[in-house]
Nanobody
Framework: QVQLVESGGGLVQAGGSLRLSCAFSGRLFSTTFMGWYRQAPGKQREWVARITSGGSTNYADPVKGRFTISRDNAKNTVYLQMNNLNPEDTGAYYC?????????WGQGTQVTVSS
């Protein structure tokens, strides 16, 4: 079945950078829309970024200009490059795949940004 596995989270200081990866299996990755979500403790999960099968991208306002989503179809992997991190970016980051209206989720990777 479909599996999504995130990696690359960790602890960084404000102003630092991290690159998250999400490995995909079980579907035709090249035709699947991919995205990233995040959830801080006690907060609702929020959408962060999306990339279409054709490579078009969209970003939530809080991360616009700082985060970049990309995909490598040959490696069945989606990435999230996070620059200029601030404490408000702290949370569990989840990879999402959407295919013909059905959503799939990874287990999450923790990102903690200290001030």
């Amino acid at each position: 079945q479909v599996q999504l596995v995130e990696s690359g989270g960790g602890l960084v200081q404000a102003g630092g950078s991290l690159r998250l990866s999400c490995a995909f299996s079980g579907r035709l990755f090249s035709t699947t829309f991919m995205g990233w979500y995040r959830q801080a403790p006690g907060k609702q999960r929020e959408w962060v970024a999306r990339i279409t099968s054709g490579g078009s991208t969209n970003y939530a306002d809080p991360v616009k200009g700082r985060f970049t989503i990309s995909r490598d179809n040959a490696k069945n992997t989606v990435y999230l490059q996070m620059n200029n991190l601030n404490p408000e970016d702290t949370g569990a980051y989840y990879c999402n795949a959407n295919d013909v209206g059905k959503n799939y989720w990874g287990q999450g990777t923790q990102v903690t940004v200290s001030s």
